[in-house]
């Protein structure tokens, strides 16, 4: 991962929700390079800090910066050319065709592509006339990622993007993903840690709205791991790689 100025920055970013911090002053560097899995249990605050990275929500304290300036003093055209983000559940208002809303989603932004280029790269032309509400999750996603992946923009902020997607899809959005943080800073939260340590350089790993662990690969062996998920990690060689294998905790509940 790049050592070069931080494209995006938390400073200690804090949202409670009915009294509680569930994003709690969070400070992360980003540089312009990068894919990064964020990954930690249900509830953790992933979602929120992304949205919170991506200027959708505005914290309590704490602020983002992008390229050094504040991201909440900028105008949200500009916000919005520079970071993509793709939520976790997206239902449009309007049952529109799938082409239809694909170049809406590209109307205003630097896209060298058309919505039938976009789908067609996708494997989705065949949708293209469908209305959205009769795709499948995972159909959905695909679009959407591709649609965001169009517009190129030098940030990418994607929530589980994966998680309605069949093994093959889901591999081969995990590593585009991967290989788009070569050239662009790509931030992905995940659950499955196996495909986070096997194709992310940097996994942050968040615990009750705090970062617990933040590294590379090595994190695989961190007891702290273990600790954050409340289960004890078996860790597996299948060379190259070590995989999890997790085990329910004996007589101890998890607090959480
Ligand atoms: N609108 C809201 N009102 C009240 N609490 C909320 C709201 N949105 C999120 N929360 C709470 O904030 C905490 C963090 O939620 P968040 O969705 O960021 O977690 P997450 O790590 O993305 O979880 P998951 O893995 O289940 O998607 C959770 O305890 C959740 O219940």
Not at 63 to 78: H, I, Q, S, Y
Request: glycine content about 8%; aromatic content about 4%; charged content about 20%.
């Amino acid at each position: 991962m790049s050592t070069s100025a931080p494209r995006l920055q938390a400073q200690g970013l804090t949202l409670c929700r009915r009294g509680r911090a569930v994003v709690d002053a969070v400070g992360l560097a980003l540089p312009a390079l990068g894919a990064v899995a964020l990954v930690g249990p249900n509830g953790a605050g992933k979602s929120t800090l992304l949205s919170l990275l991506a200027g959708l929500l505005a914290p309590q304290a704490g602020r983002v910066l992008l390229d050094g300036a504040d991201l909440a003093a900028m105008p949200v055209p500009c916000r919005a050319r520079a970071i993509g983000y793709m939520p976790q559940h997206f239902a449009p208002h309007w049952d529109l065709r799938v082409d239809e809303l694909v170049s809406m989603r590209l109307e205003g932004q630097q896209s060298a592509l058309d919505a039938g280029a976009v789908l067609e790269q996708a494997g989705l032309s065949a949708f293209a006339a469908r209305h959205w509400s009769t795709l499948s999750g995972g159909e959905q996603a695909r679009a959407l990622l591709a649609t965001v992946l169009a517009t190129d923009p030098p940030v990418l902020l994607a929530d589980e993007p994966g998680a309605a997607l069949d093994v093959r899809h889901r591999l081969a959005l995990v590593e585009a993903l991967a290989a788009r943080g070569r050239e662009r800073l790509v931030v992905v939260a995940m659950h499955d840690l196996d495909l986070a340590f096997q194709h992310f350089e940097r996994v942050v790993v968040l615990d009750r709205g705090r970062i617990a662990l933040d590294g590379g690969a090595h994190l695989l062996h961190a007891s702290a791991l273990d600790a954050v998920f409340g289960v004890r990690f078996e860790r597996v060689a299948v060379p190259p790689h070590t995989l999890l294998r997790a085990h329910r905790l004996q007589g101890a509940a998890h607090a959480d």
